[in-house]
C-alpha cells in the first residue's frame, strides 16, 4: 500500500515537473507600439535611431539659415550615404530614410532619389526610345531638376568594457550643404551613451 | 457731499489695479499644478502611478517658419526619482491629429523635484497644437 503511494507520488511529481519545463519552452507572440522605448540589447535600435531621426528634423527645420531659404521655395535636396564608422553592422539607410521622410512631409524641401537613378533612366529610354509609347505622353528626357543641397553624415561610436560593464557612445554627425558654392549650411550632432551592467549572477 | 467724480475715479482705479492683478498672473508661470486648466489641456499622463506626480509648466510656443516649436517644462512634483518616457501629439486647427504615431517615446530620468527642458517641432504647418504623453517606464 505504502509502496503504491510512493510510486504514485513520484509519478505525480515527474508529470508537474515535465508539464513546468514544456510551459517554459512556450513562446509568446504579441504586437508592440513600434515607438515605444527598446532596450533589448545594448546594440543600436530602434529608440536610437528615432531618437536621432527627431533630433535631426527638428534641429534642420527650425534653422534660422535654413527656414529663411524654405520660406521662399521647396529647395531640392539629395542624401549621400552615412558612412558607418562603427563596429556594428547598422543598416544607415534607414537613418536617412526617416530623416528624409520627415523633412519631405513637413513640406519644406523635396529631394531627388539617387539610388533609383538607373531605373529612371530606363524607364525614360523606354519611353522615348523604344516606339512604343505616344510621344505626346512620354517624359522628356533632360528635365529633371538638379539638386541644389547635399545631405551628408557619419555615426561613429566608442565602446568600452570590463569584465562587468559595456559602455558604448554613439555620435551622429549630419551636415547640409549647398552644391554650388561647397558651403556646409547647417550641421548637428546627436550623442546617445548606453551602458549594460551584469547582474549579480552574472544572468 | 462726495461728487459723483470721485466715485467715478475711485471705481477706475479699482479697475486698473484689478487688471495689474490680472497680468502679473499670466505673466509669471509657477509650477503648474496638474489641475491647471492649461496643463490639462496639454498633459496627458498614461500611468495611473504618475497620476499627480509630474507636470508641466511653462510652456511657450513660437512660429518658426510656418512649424509650430513648443518649448516647456517637465517636472517632478515628488521628492524621488521618476523614470519617465514622453513624446508629443500634434493637433490641426480642426483638432485632428496630425502623422499620428510619428513621434517616438524619449526616455528621461528626472530626480526628486527636478524639472528638465523639453522642446518639440510640429511634423507640418498644419499644426496648431499639441499635448505632451507622459508615461513610466
Not at chain 1, 70 to 86: A, G, H, L, Q
Not at chain 2, 29 to 41: F, L, R, W
Amino acid at each position: 500500500m505504502l509502496k503504491k503511494n510512493r510510486s504514485s507520488i513520484v509519478g505525480l511529481t515527474l508529470v508537474a515537473g515535465s508539464l513546468l519545463i514544456l510551459q517554459g519552452c512556450s513562446t509568446k507572440v504579441g504586437y508592440q507600439d513600434a515607438t515605444s522605448v527598446e532596450t533589448t540589447t545594448i546594440d543600436f535600435g530602434s529608440t536610437d535611431l528615432q531618437q536621432i531621426a527627431a533630433k535631426m528634423v527638428d534641429s534642420v527645420l527650425t534653422f534660422p539659415p535654413i527656414v529663411q531659404v524654405t520660406n521662399e521655395r521647396r529647395p531640392v535636396m539629395f542624401v549621400d550615404k552615412i558612412k558607418n564608422k562603427t563596429t556594428e553592422h547598422i543598416d544607415t539607410e534607414s537613418i536617412t530614410d526617416t530623416i528624409s521622410t520627415r523633412i519631405l512631409r513637413s513640406g519644406k524641401f523635396r529631394f531627388v532619389d539617387m539610388t533609383k537613378a538607373a531605373e529612371v533612366q530606363e524607364q525614360l529610354g523606354f519611353q522615348n526610345n523604344s516606339g512604343m509609347v505616344n510621344q505626346d505622353t512620354a517624359a522628356q528626357i533632360g528635365r529633371q531638376i538638379g539638386a541644389e543641397y547635399m545631405m551628408y553624415g557619419n555615426l561613429s561610436s566608442i565602446v568600452k568594457k570590463t569584465n562587468d560593464v559595456k559602455d558604448v557612445y554613439y555620435k551622429f554627425t549630419l551636415k547640409v550643404m549647398h552644391l554650388e558654392s561647397g558651403i556646409v549650411e547647417w550641421s548637428d550632432e546627436k550623442e546617445i551613451r548606453k551602458q549594460r551592467e551584469k547582474s549579480l549572477f552574472g544572468m | 457731499m462726495r461728487s459723483p467724480h470721485y466715485f467715478a475715479k475711485g471705481i477706475a482705479v479699482l479697475l486698473l489695479a484689478a487688471s495689474l492683478v490680472a497680468c502679473s498672473t499670466s505673466g509669471i508661470e509657477a509650477i503648474g499644478k496638474p489641475n491647471d486648466a492649461d496643463v490639462k489641456k496639454h498633459l496627458m499622463i498614461h500611468s495611473d502611478a504618475l497620476a499627480n506626480k509630474v507636470t508641466i509648466s511653462d510652456m511657450r510656443s513660437r512660429d518658426v517658419g510656418g512649424l509650430l516649436e513648443v518649448n516647456l517644462k517637465l517636472a517632478n512634483l515628488t521628492s524621488s526619482d521618476k523614470a519617465v518616457e514622453y513624446r508629443f501629439s500634434w493637433f490641426d486647427a480642426d483638432e485632428f491629429e496630425v502623422e499620428a504615431g510619428t513621434d517616438a517615446w524619449t526616455p528621461v530620468s528626472l530626480h526628486g523635484a527636478q524639472s528638465v527642458t523639453v522642446r518639440g517641432v510640429a511634423p507640418n504647418g498644419s499644426v496648431k497644437s499639441y499635448r505632451l504623453n507622459v508615461k513610466g517606464q
